[in-house]
């Protein structure tokens, strides 16, 4: 029986060809190829068509202009500002402490003294008043009043100059 398969795989019946077009002959089929013609496949993948309707999103090109050495310089004092904000309760403290006759302060003390009192201060606020951010937005409302405290006491008093005292006790300028 399996004689007769390969019998009937390996005859190739004839086709008559039209008269006006030229035949040619195809040499023989190897026999140690299958009878089924094998698929090919290929390993890349169909490109997806693309909408007609929705156009191809473009690159977004982002600008983005250098800064100048004058946009350092500002970020450098808003950030001395912020932090002298911050201890603004102990900078009054210090500064009312130096006032008194005899006591002079360096730079180093001052700062020391102004962060101590400050963050003395903030912890009492913590501790009086349940929640983080309750107690730091009254901190703030503290920073507040004193600067404006002595913003009043500049103002009034015209030879005391307060803001220019401070900074020279700062920076340890000893008055």
């Known amino acids: ?29 190897a026999e140690t190829q299958s009878a089924a013609p094998v698929e090919q496949t290929s390993t890349e993948p169909a490109p997806e068509p693309i909408p007609a309707a929705e156009p191809a ?68 606020f913590k501790l009086k008043i349940k929640g983080f951010k309750k107690s730091f937005y009254f901190y703030i409302g503290l920073c507040v009043l004193v600067f404006i405290l002595l913003t009043v006491i500049e103002v009034l008093t015209e030879e005391t100059n307060v803001f220019s005292r401070i900074f020279s006790m700062l920076c340890g300028a000893g008055a």
């Open 1 to 29: 029986m399996s004689e007769e398969l390969n019998n009937q795989n390996s005859v190739e019946p004839q086709v008559e060809a039209p008269a006006n077009v030229p035949t040619t002959e195809s040499a023989p089929q």
């Open 57 to 124: 999103p473009q690159p977004q090109v982002i600008v983005q202009q250098e800064r100048g050495f004058a946009h350092y310089v500002g970020f450098a004092l808003l950030c001395v500002l912020c932090i002298a904000f911050y201890f603004m309760p102990g900078i009054a403290l210090t500064f009312a402490i130096s006032l008194i006759p005899g006591i002079s302060l360096g730079a180093i003390a001052a700062w020391t003294f102004s962060a101590i009192f400050s963050i003395i201060a903030w912890v009492i």
